[in-house]
């Protein structure tokens, strides 16, 4: 009770300060780059994608280094697999490292990546993901890439998070994204320390030529198309552009979390709100209705002890009576209230920003130890209403909370 009243006169106290402010924690420590130090570039599993026509064509992901594919390894040797979260391997993610070499606030301009060379497997591989809209998804910092436009000196406006493999403009015309421009944010913090606070990439397609006595020219504009036969390899580049942001580490997911046409959103709400309440008020008429009318034919016949039950007088003696599999229900109510609590501590968890979006698979991973705990209220909900209905086998109801639908 002591200790109740302490934290209560805690809360009070705290809310009484204007200048308490509340953020989400992020769940990792950022990281702090001086000029020159080495930023991170990490590749992800490739997943399709929604196309044009509101259709997804596959549901395979792949990972980056897949054979199929050909892309570039670091320095020809065995890529490493990032740690990942229980959550995030349920989520597909297959996190790897790059041989993208990027440095803090040093901008490249058209280097060259490497050389891959392709067969007819391979490039019958890509071929059939690109139609099937795999895209990448990259990772710096921990932030994902976008897809972006940028205008002017403004900062990019998300488009979708990763971008496509490539885009197929007929069944002959398959053109491969080979040249990657990186456009990565800074926050300056002071003391010669800066954090990455955004990322967009913009993806092109273009056939480059490069050998080892001539670098590779990004300029040309015409594309790289799969289809033809004369390919047989792929040169892949990049461009990196730093800028300077006034974006804060603390704030650079909200871009990300942000909300667009929330006005449409609310007004999506607010119409089934009421179509809801119009429904629900119709049927709550009718049965007013009929039970006004089933009680007065009632009291007028209430002398008449010889007169038949009618109405709702048929059923309410069957309420009460166990269904003819108990246990089935029981086991169904109880792991009902399993996923009803997990759901509610998640979301409880996420509002209380515990569960931030920088530590990926975070809120799976939460969501999966809430179900195992709240395994107990399962079991506990399917005896107790197994036992208020009677139930005389409670050996077989354990056995079919446990085995059933596990925790």
């Known amino acids: 009770m002591i200790l109740g009243g302490i ?32 930023v991170e570039l990490q ?26 594919f050909g892309f570039c390894r670091p320095d020809d040797k065995e890529p490493k697999q990032a740690r990942s979260s229980l959550g995030s391997i349920l989520f597909g993610d297959r ?54 436009q940028i205008d002017g000196e403004q900062e990019p406006e998300i488009a979708s998070i990763g971008f496509p493999l490539g885009y197929a403009k007929d069944k002959n015309t398959v053109y491969i994204y080979n040249h990657y421009d990186i456009q990565i944010l800074y926050h300056d913090v002071g003391k010669n320390y800066n954090r ?13 030529e490069s050998s080892f006595l001539t670098k590779p020219n990004c300029e040309t504009a015409e594309p790289l198309n799969l ?16 800028k300077k942001s006034d974006i804060t580490w603390s704030t650079r997911w909200d871009s990300y979390l942000a909300v667009k046409n929330s006005a449409i959103h609310w007004i999506s709400l607010v119409s089934s709100f009421i179509i809801v309440l119009f429904l629900a008020g119709m049927v709550a008429l ?26 709702w007088k048929l059923v309410h003696g069957d309420v009460f009576r166990p269904p003819q599999r108990l246990n089935l229900l029981c086991v169904l109510v109880g792991s009902g209230y399993q996923i009803f609590y997990m759901i509610l501590l998640t979301i409880v968890f996420a509002l209380l920003g515990l569960l931030s979006p920088s530590n990926r698979g975070s809120l799976t991973s939460a969501a999966l130890a809430f179900y195992m705990l709240f395994g107990f209220s399962a079991g506990n909900n399917s005896s107790h209403l197994y036992n208020s209905y009677g139930g005389t086998n409670r050996k077989s109801n354990v056995l079919y909370t446990i085995f059933f639908i596990p925790a």
Not at 32 to 37: L, V
Not at 107 to 128: P, R, Y
Request: charged share 25%; with cysteine.
């Open 196 to 208: 990455v606070v955004g990322v967009s990439i913009s993806p092109k397609s273009k056939k480059t």
């Open 95 to 148: 996190i790897y490292e790059s041989p993208f070499k990027l440095s803090m606030k040093v901008d490249e301009k058209c280097k060259f990546l490497c050389k891959s060379s392709i067969d007819d497997f391979q490039k019958w591989f890509l071929i059939g993901k690109i139609k099937e809209n795999y895209r990448m998804d990259w990772l710096i910092d921990g932030l994902p890439a976008i897809q972006s």
């Open 43 to 68: 590749v992800n599993a490739l997943v399709p994608s929604i196309n044009h026509q509101k259709k997804i064509k596959a549901i395979v992901p792949y990972d980056y280094y897949h054979k199929g």
């Open 286 to 311: 009718i049965f007013l209705r009929v039970l006004r009318k089933e009680i007065l034919q009632y009291n007028s016949n209430e002398n008449d002890a010889m007169s038949e039950d009618f109405g």
């Open 7 to 38: 934290a209560l006169l805690g809360t009070i106290a705290t809310c009484l300060f204007n200048c308490v402010d509340a953020y989400y924690m992020p769940g990792l420590a950022p990281i702090n780059y001086k000029e020159g130090d080495k």
């Open 227 to 242: 289809a033809l036969k004369s390919v047989d390899q792929i040169v892949y580049t990049y461009s990196v552009t730093w």
